[in-house]
């Protein structure tokens, strides 16, 4: 199958039909984040950011989209813990995982830990993350936290765009 451009499709995502090539894979997710950053605001042209470098996925697809989105405007620095650093701390992070993080707490009881740190890419599924760097070709370790909770993995492959729905209405909780 071809993807929107006419070039033949390499990612098929579950939640939709279309293939995309490489180059409109990464402008859709490039796209996502820029949108959500000025709704957000997080960060102006010229700020210094530290980046937990865990070497997970999402570390790698985080510090190429702020590459991408700021170019050379941002100082980013991978630290391999945060300590007593200024700046703006980035937690890398994709959306399962924010999901997961905030629905746990409602299935289980226990009480909803808020941290301090910036939670980055925030709108980008799992799936994408994981062909993402695929095509960019960087080479990840899977961490313990990357199970995603198993009600929000039935949810999303029975109601594709469960996991958006969920974020959004999380962020007006």
Not at 33 to 60: A, H, I
Not at 82 to 97: H, W
Request: hydrophobic content about 35%; overall charge positive.
């Amino acid at each position: 199958m071809n993807c929107i451009c006419g070039k033949a499709g390499r990612v098929k995502l579950s939640y939709t039909q279309i293939q995309y090539c490489k180059d409109c894979f990464l402008k859709l997710i490039l796209h996502r984040v820029k949108k959500e950053l000025r709704q957000k605001k997080w960060f102006k042209g010229r700020d210094t950011v530290y980046l937990l470098n865990d070497k997970s996925k999402e570390y790698f697809i985080a510090r190429w989209l702020l590459e991408e989105v700021f170019e050379k405007r941002m100082k980013i620095y991978s630290v391999q813990a945060f300590g007593k650093l200024g700046g703006k701390k980035i937690r890398p992070s994709n959306l399962d995982r924010e999901v997961t993080l905030r629905l746990d707490p409602f299935l289980t009881g226990k009480k909803f830990k808020q941290d301090k740190l910036l939670h980055f890419p925030f709108n980008v599924t799992e799936e994408e993350v994981i062909q993402s760097c695929k095509l960019l070709g960087y080479k990840y370790k899977k961490l313990k936290q990357d199970n995603v909770h198993p009600l929000i993995q039935a949810m999303e492959r029975r109601y594709p765009g469960t996991l958006f729905g969920l974020y959004r209405t999380f962020q007006e909780i």
